[in-house]
C-alpha cells in the first residue's frame, strides 16, 4: 500500500519561501509523476507543477516561476518551494502520486494517491 | 491556458441519478478524470480514462464523455455521496500542464 507523507512549516510571513516535502512509502518511485496541489479555504483545486524521477518538470504558469519542484530519489522524497508567497498562497497543499497509461492511439493518466495535506497560513 | 467549467452544486434525492458536468476545449482531446472530496478529507480518484472505476469505488459511479464535455454519473446516490467534485483533465496546449474544474457541490436529499 503505497503512501505518501508530507510535512513543512505551516505559518510563513509575505516575502518568504514555502517549503514542503512529501516522502513516498511502499511502492516504486520511477514511473510515476509526482505532483503537488494546492486548495485555498473554501475554494477549488489547482494544480502546481510534478516532476518525475529523472527531475523532468512541468510546472502552473500562474505561479509565475515562482515554483521549484526538486526530487531525490536516494530516499524516495520530493519536494515544493514557492518563492515571494503572498496571503493569496494561503492553502492546504497536497502532494500526490500521477500514473499515466499511454500507447498507440491510447492515453490516460489521473491522480491515484494523495497525502494528508499541509495547511500553510501566509500571515504578516 | 485551459479551463474546465462545471456546475456549482446539484441536488439529487436518495436514491436516484444524477450528472456532474465538465466542459472545457481539452475534453476533445484528454480524458477527464474525476475526484470527490468530503470536507476535511484529500480529494479521491473515483473515475479515470474511459470510464474506468479504482478498486473500491462503487459501481454506481460512472464517466462518458462527448464532444468537449466530460460527464460524471451517480446512480442510486447514496448519503455518503454528498461531496464536492472535481473534474480534472490535461491542458488542451498538448504540454504536460493540468487544469481541475470549478468544482461541483452535491447534495443528496
Known amino acids: 500500500q503505497v503512501q505518501l507523507q508530507q510535512w513543512g512549516a505551516g505559518l510563513l510571513k509575505p516575502s518568504e519561501t514555502l517549503s514542503l516535502t512529501c516522502a513516498v512509502y511502499?511502492?516504486?518511485?520511477?514511473?510515476?509523476?509526482w505532483s503537488w496541489i494546492r486548495q485555498p479555504p473554501g475554494k477549488g483545486l489547482e494544480w502546481i507543477g510534478e516532476?518525475?524521477?529523472?527531475?523532468?518538470?512541468n510546472d502552473n504558469p500562474s505561479l509565475k516561476s515562482r515554483v521549484t519542484i526538486s526530487v531525490d530519489t536516494s530516499k524516495n522524497q520530493f519536494s515544493l518551494k514557492l518563492s515571494s508567497v503572498t496571503a493569496a498562497d494561503t492553502a492546504v497543499y497536497y502532494c500526490?502520486?500521477?500514473?499515466?497509461?499511454?500507447?498507440?492511439?491510447?492515453?490516460?493518466?489521473?491522480?491515484?494517491?494523495w497525502g494528508q495535506g499541509t495547511m500553510v497560513t501566509v500571515s504578516s | 491556458s485551459s479551463e474546465l467549467t462545471q456546475d456549482p452544486a446539484v441536488s439529487v434525492a436518495l436514491g436516484q441519478t444524477v450528472r456532474i458536468t465538465c466542459q472545457g476545449d481539452?475534453?476533445?482531446?484528454?480524458?477527464a478524470s474525476w475526484y470527490q472530496q468530503k470536507p476535511g478529507q484529500a480529494p479521491v480518484l473515483v473515475i479515470y480514462?474511459?470510464?474506468k472505476r479504482p478498486s473500491g469505488i462503487p459501481d454506481r459511479f460512472a464517466g462518458s464523455s462527448s464532444g468537449n464535455t466530460a460527464s460524471l454519473t451517480i446512480t442510486g446516490a447514496q448519503a455518503e455521496d454528498e461531496a464536492d467534485f472535481y473534474c480534472?483533465?490535461?491542458?488542451?496546449?498538448?504540454?504536460?500542464?493540468?487544469?481541475f474544474g470549478t468544482g461541483t457541490k452535491v447534495t443528496v436529499l
Open positions: 516532476i518525475n524521477h529523472r527531475g523532468s518538470t
Open positions: 481539452s475534453l476533445r482531446s484528454y480524458y
Open positions: 511502499g511502492g516504486s518511485f520511477s514511473g510515476y509523476y
Open positions: 480534472n483533465s490535461r491542458d488542451s496546449s498538448g504540454n504536460r500542464l493540468y487544469v
Open positions: 480514462g474511459k470510464n
Open positions: 500526490a502520486r500521477q500514473f499515466v497509461v499511454e500507447a498507440t492511439f491510447l492515453y490516460y493518466d489521473a491522480i491515484d494517491i
